[in-house]
């Protein structure tokens, strides 16, 4: 299986910039789907971005695009979300998810998750 560990997330004003990365170990991301879903209290799971591991193509939900960028580092095993241009509705607990959904907007076609990490935006 994929072990994931997310870091970088923390508490920034409006209008900062963070990147929050993913380590991921064990089983070989080869053929695997990497994504970055968030959680806000009292809301759904939330898809923010996509991307597949052996490939270029990425996805992002509309309220990030232009905002986000998700990229990878393959030779570190190492996924990232640069998040520009942060506001408060974006304050939320980032997760990076791995595996081969047939829909990779659905949470539920993910099979391994991190532990999460929170960003907070104030105003």
């Known amino acids: 299986q994929v072990q994931l560990v997310e870091s970088g997330g923390g508490l920034v004003q409006t209008g900062a910039s963070l990147r929050l990365s993913c380590a991921a170990s064990?089983?070989?991301?080869?053929?695997?789907?990497m994504a970055w879903f968030r959680q806000a209290p009292g809301k759904e799971r939330e898809f923010v971005s996509a991307i597949y591991w052996s490939g270029e193509d990425t996805y992002y939900a509309d309220a990030v695009k232009g905002r986000f960028t998700i990229f990878r580092h393959r030779g570190a095993n190492m996924m990232y979300l640069q998040i520009n241009s942060l506001k408060p509705e974006d304050s939320a607990v980032y997760y990076c998810a791995a595996g081969g959904p047939n829909d990779y907007k659905d949470y539920g076609g993910y099979d391994y998750w991190g532990q999460g990490t929170q960003v907070t935006v104030s105003s």
């Open positions: 064990g089983r070989t991301l080869s053929s695997s789907g």
